[in-house]
């Protein structure tokens, strides 16, 4: 199987929301409605199978400020794991972030390895920006008892 990275159209909002609603169920990845999706397109990277043309994952890259930014609505589709996609869109996400000039990136994840194998080291959350915590975490349904693991990678 061939795949390629790419940015997606606002007409692949309704088959990643389908990829992504099994992890968001899970309590893995926090729901964003078609919405916030189509709002944030330009932040995703997509892994599309050349040959069927179905998409394998996404990630997106959100910009908090000239400094910072966060990996982070990382999928695989379960079929495409483990042929190294995951690592790839995050790869993705990071080289955008140091093309926009973005110093450090953060993320929250429960796969700490995959990340820490891309260079991210762990942090303590009191890291993350008040922004995040309310924007995105409270709508979390493990908030305020998060158990995922913040990670920053400092670009160079």
């Not at 909002?13 to 944030?40: F, T, W, Y």
């Not at 966060?70 to 140091?98: D, P």
Request: with cysteine; aromatic share 8%; proline share 3%.
């Amino acid at each position: 199987m061939e795949f390629e990275i790419i940015k997606p159209t606002l007409a692949d909002i309704p088959q990643m929301r389908e990829i992504v609603s099994v992890e968001v169920k899970n309590g893995v990845i926090l729901e964003r409605s078609e919405d916030e999706m189509a709002n944030a397109i330009r932040s995703y990277q997509l892994a599309r199978e050349i040959k069927s043309g179905e998409i394998a994952g996404f990630c997106a890259l959100y910009v908090y400020s000239k400094d910072l930014a966060e990996v982070r609505s990382l999928v695989v589709k379960e079929k495409f794991r483990g042929l190294g996609l995951g690592s790839k869109l995050i790869q993705m996400a990071l080289q955008e972030g140091r093309e926009l000039g973005i110093k450090e990136v953060l993320t929250l994840t429960y796969k700490a390895n995959l990340f820490q194998r891309l260079g991210f080291a762990i942090i303590e959350k009191s890291f993350l920006p008040n922004h995040k915590i309310w924007a995105d975490c409270i709508k979390c349904k493990h908030f305020p008892i998060c158990d995922e693991i913040a990670l920053i990678n400092k670009l160079s």
